[in-house]
């Protein structure tokens, strides 16, 4: 009984002893491990994706293919809450007249393309009397929003002028934008077809999207619109007699600081900036702290409809 005591003894004390070790051990290879891994008990949860999600209007806005110089306006012009404002959809088909260097463009051929609309762009007259300059922006245009198919899709492309024929085929696109535009067209003296090319391209139930720097309606509206102001009164009435509904107003793109009183016009101010009259030497002296202070212009944001 006595060695069987013992022996007893002998195996309490060794089994202690592993159970001792095995805790220490143990101990030892989690402090091992934490330090190897960074605590990873008290680590934060991986990052989700950075950025908006692909394909949203969100996306689109904030795009890394955007220049600097471009996305600084968008303090002036707001385009997410713009095209919100109209009622942009990501399937629809969009016809945008005379986009210029393509600053909308850059926004809305990515997102259209993601959400499986189009984008159409009229752009300025071709042909061997066409402007050299508006010759020049359409070719850089054209070569821009072709040379990427994985983020600009597939563009249209048409024209739009005194004697151009259909913007975009009849009764097809979804939406139509005239985006501080019109005064050009005024100028020109084909206001009347623009919004009568626009009408004829929408669908019914189409909407008509239009951004003009805004005359006050106290003053007396220029036919030709020589400083690039318009009467908020005079496009209802040009869209009216085309057959638009007026659907809503928004102050978006309001700016109070527009004094609409500019030397050289509404170009005076950013981002035209002219110094002196237009095909005129630049003017190194003309102080133009005043319209930087400004800013850009002040505009009407009108949503008319094509009636079903």
Same mark, same amino acid.
């Given at each position: 009984?006595?060695?069987?005591?013992?022996?007893?003894?002998?195996?309490?004390?060794?089994?202690?002893?592993?159970?001792?070790?095995?805790?220490?051990?143990?101990?030892?290879?989690?402090?091992?491990?934490?330090?190897?891994?960074?605590?990873?008990?008290?680590?934060?949860?991986?990052?989700?994706?950075?950025?908006?999600?692909?394909?949203?209007?969100?996306?689109?806005?904030?795009?890394?293919?955007?220049?600097?110089?471009?996305?600084?306006?968008?303090?002036?012009?707001?385009?997410?809450?713009? %095209?919100?404002?109209?009622?942009?959809?990501?399937?629809?088909?969009? %016809?945008?007249? =005379?986009?210029?260097?393509? =600053?909308?463009?850059?926004?809305?051929?990515?997102?259209?393309?993601?959400?499986?609309?189009?984008?159409?762009?009229?752009?300025?007259?071709?042909?061997?009397?066409?402007?050299?300059?508006?010759?020049? %922006?359409?070719?850089?245009?054209?070569?821009?929003?072709?040379?990427?198919?994985?983020?600009?899709?597939?563009?249209?492309?048409?024209?739009?002028?005194?004697?151009?024929?259909?913007?975009?085929?009849?009764?097809?696109?979804?939406?139509?934008?005239?985006?501080?535009?019109?005064?050009? =067209?005024?100028?020109?003296?084909?206001?009347?077809?623009?919004?009568?090319?626009?009408?004829?391209?929408?669908?019914?139930?189409?909407?008509?999207?239009?951004?003009?720097?805004?005359?006050?309606?106290?003053?007396?509206?220029?036919?030709?619109?020589?400083?690039?102001?318009?009467?908020?009164?005079?496009?209802?009435? %040009?869209?009216?007699?085309?057959?638009?509904?007026?659907?809503?107003?928004?102050?978006?793109?309001?700016?109070?600081?527009?004094?609409?009183?500019?030397?050289?016009?509404?170009?005076?101010?950013?981002?035209?900036?002219?110094?002196?009259?237009?095909?005129?030497?630049?003017?190194?002296?003309?102080?133009?702290?005043?319209?930087?202070?400004?800013?850009?212009?002040?505009?009407?944001?009108?949503?008319?409809?094509?009636?079903?």
């Amino acid at each position: 009984m006595a060695d069987f005591a013992a022996n007893q003894d002998r195996v309490s004390r060794r089994t202690l002893l592993a159970g001792a070790t095995g805790l220490a051990l143990a101990g030892l290879g989690a402090s091992l491990s934490g330090c190897g891994r960074g605590e990873e008990k008290t680590a934060a949860p991986p990052a989700g994706p950075q950025g908006p999600p692909e394909g949203s209007l969100e996306w689109a806005v904030a795009g890394a293919w955007r220049t600097p110089q471009d996305k600084a306006r968008d303090a002036f012009r707001h385009p997410m809450e713009t %095209l919100r404002f109209f009622g942009l959809q990501p399937r629809m088909t969009v %016809l945008e007249f =005379w986009p210029g260097s393509g =600053w909308y463009t850059e926004i809305l051929a990515p997102y259209l393309n993601k959400g499986a609309g189009a984008y159409v762009a009229a752009l300025f007259p071709e042909g061997p009397t066409a402007d050299p300059a508006q010759a020049a %922006l359409n070719a850089a245009f054209r070569a821009r929003f072709s040379s990427d198919r994985r983020l600009y899709g597939e563009p249209r492309f048409s024209t739009f002028g005194a004697a151009s024929g259909p913007a975009a085929d009849p009764g097809t696109a979804d939406m139509a934008l005239f985006m501080r535009t019109l005064h050009g =067209w005024m100028a020109a003296g084909i206001a009347e077809k623009a919004f009568a090319d626009a009408y004829a391209a929408l669908k019914p139930g189409g909407v008509l999207g239009v951004e003009q720097h805004r005359l006050g309606p106290e003053e007396d509206q220029d036919p030709v619109a020589a400083n690039g102001y318009v009467q908020e009164a005079f496009v209802r009435q %040009l869209a009216a007699e085309a057959g638009f509904v007026f659907v809503a107003a928004s102050e978006i793109n309001a700016n109070d600081k527009d004094t609409k009183d500019h030397p050289f016009g509404v170009d005076t101010l950013p981002p035209m900036r002219l110094t002196a009259p237009r095909g005129e030497p630049a003017d190194p002296a003309f102080d133009r702290a005043p319209y930087e202070e400004i800013g850009e212009s002040d505009r009407m944001t009108l949503k008319f409809r094509k009636p079903v």
